[in-house]
């Protein structure tokens, strides 16, 4: 198990690099000194309940999600929904051929028919 201070310096470095910020872009949104932002961002630190908030507020997040453990997956909504909309497309061009398929059975058979 991790210790709680790395755990948090871990999510906002990678919380912050998602983002693009550098820590002085970071620290600046949280009226912080990049420094201490590097030595939270590093373990060695640990912030205030205040600026752990201030933190969230400037990366977006809430501020639980800075002590998750799960990793965190830049564009991951994204990448959902885009696996979604690949599978819907699948599904349609399948009932399609399908569609197409029974057309074509149909049109034969009244061939037949009037023959």
């Not at 910020?21 to 373990?43: C, F, P, R, V």
């Amino acid at each position: 198990m991790k210790n709680i201070k790395a755990l948090l310096g871990e999510n906002i470095k990678k919380n912050r690099a998602n983002l693009g910020l550098t820590q002085a872009q970071l620290a600046e949104k949280a009226k912080m000194a990049t420094n201490y932002l590097g030595l939270i961002e590093s373990g060695k630190k640990f912030p205030s309940a205040e600026m752990i908030e201030r933190i969230a507020a400037s990366l977006g997040i809430d501020t639980i999600d800075l002590f998750t453990i799960a990793p965190i997956q830049k564009d991951w909504k994204e990448k959902v929904l885009l696996r979604i909309r690949d599978m819907v497309d699948e599904e349609l061009e399948a009932q399609l051929k399908e569609e197409t398929r029974l057309n074509k059975l149909i049109l034969e058979n009244l061939a037949k028919v009037k023959v």
